[in-house]
């Protein structure tokens, strides 16, 4: 399942977060996918995380709002043995978090309350902009190593 946390307008707090292109909606749409209006709610995004993880039936795809993935980012995260991925923005790879995440069902069987231990963090952890980075941290607590990294999005 992909999960899109996006605002429709850019917060003036983090404008180089940006706001959801219609490119990125509808990619996330012909996806099956969810895009999570997090404008009015920072924290949207996180209590739909916490829902999905509870249900573990799916791998979870956290795509970042200005990312723009194709299949074969897609396809390469999906069939990846590596629980925990990501096709970074760039070639840089230091802000995997704002590309393409996924995490597997054997990950979220695992640590089966991480994403309760993310909104014991705080605010901050909680809130959309940061919740893929929120996720490394609380796995690097537990000595998860990564993510894997995929080839850098187009
Ligand atoms: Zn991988």
Do not use: T, Y
């Not at 509808?26 to 709610?41: E, H, L, Q, T, Y």
């Not at 249900?55 to 925990?84: K, M, V």
């Not at 990501?86 to 054997?106: E, N």
Request: glycine share 6%; proline share 9%.
């Amino acid at each position: 399942m992909i999960l899109c946390p996006s605002v429709s307008e850019s917060d003036p707090h983090w404008p180089e977060r940006g706001r959801l292109e219609w490119e990125v909606r509808a990619f996330v749409d012909r996806s099956d996918g969810r895009v999570i209006d997090c404008s009015r709610d920072p924290e949207a995004a996180w209590r739909e995380l916490l829902e999905v993880w509870e249900r573990r039936g799916d791998l979870i795809l956290f795509l970042d709002q200005l990312a723009l993935p194709n299949e074969r980012h897609l396809g390469e995260l999906e069939g990846c043995p590596h629980d925990w991925c990501a096709c970074p923005p760039s070639p840089s790879s230091l802000d995997w978090f704002r590309g393409v995440v996924k995490v597997s069902w054997r990950l979220q069987h695992r640590h089966a309350d991480l994403v309760q231990r993310i909104g014991e963090l705080g605010p901050f952890a909680r809130h959309w902009a940061w919740l893929p980075a929120a996720l490394g941290h609380a796995l690097r607590e537990r000595h998860v190593s990564g993510p894997h990294l995929h080839h850098p999005l187009p």
